[in-house]
């Protein structure tokens, strides 16, 4: 594997969409809740995807598209797209905590955002290939965003992993232990979620 990381700018907005349009959930076994998804989300607010959500009828995939292509027009979605190649196989959504609002889906744990320790680079969802599962992608793409993070200014990196022993099925906070690994401690528990922190 040739593993590259880039964060999503505009150029790379038909890479963003290729992952989800063909790899993200292209090899699940079972169902999926999180599939189809464009991780759009955690950037809008909880009207604009209840309005969303009213669209859907026999379109879901081509409704959260089409939504996603005006987030990556408005460059509203930030984060890191991993490559093999020039083939987009990993997503992590990471952006100020600040960018995120606060919606019924709580992305952002509310103790998260009352608790805040300066400017804070907020981690909300990883998606992985499932051909590219267990090889070490989420680890590289949060390692990037820990890197990039204090050369533009942040105090923080926070993950949101889910309070459960063990691996969680279908999981895109990402685990506790991937946080871990990076140096992140947890912080604070709340409503099924832990709170995993570094300073910078």
């Not at 150029?11 to 809740?33: I, M, T, W």
């Not at 889906?105 to 590219?132: H, M, Q």
Request: charged content about 25%; aromatic content about 10%; glycine content about 10%.
């Amino acid at each position: 594997m040739n593993l590259t990381i880039k964060p999503l700018t505009p150029d790379l907005a038909s890479a963003y969409l290729d992952f989800f349009d063909n790899r993200a959930f292209a090899a699940e076994k079972g169902h999926n809740p999180n599939g189809p998804c464009y991780c759009n989300a955690p950037t809008m607010e909880t009207s604009a995807i209840r309005q969303m959500v009213s669209e859907f009828g026999s379109d879901i995939k081509g409704t959260l598209r089409r939504n996603a292509e005006k987030q990556l027009a408005e460059e509203r979605l930030q984060g890191y797209l991993a490559f093999d190649g020039d083939i987009s196989i990993g997503w992590c959504n990471a952006g100020d905590m600040n960018h995120y609002p606060v919606n019924d889906w709580n992305f952002i744990p509310e103790i998260a955002r009352r608790n805040a320790c300066g400017k804070t680079l907020s981690v909300v969802c990883f998606a992985i290939a499932p051909d590219y599962s267990g090889q070490g992608i989420a680890t590289a793409l949060l390692e990037r965003v820990i890197g990039d993070a204090r050369p533009k200014g942040y105090d923080a990196v926070e993950g949101y992993g889910e309070a459960q022993e063990g691996r969680v099925a279908w999981d895109f906070h990402g685990p506790v232990t991937l946080y871990e690994k990076a140096g992140l401690m947890e912080v604070a528990r709340c409503d099924g979620r832990i709170v995993m922190r570094k300073i910078l």
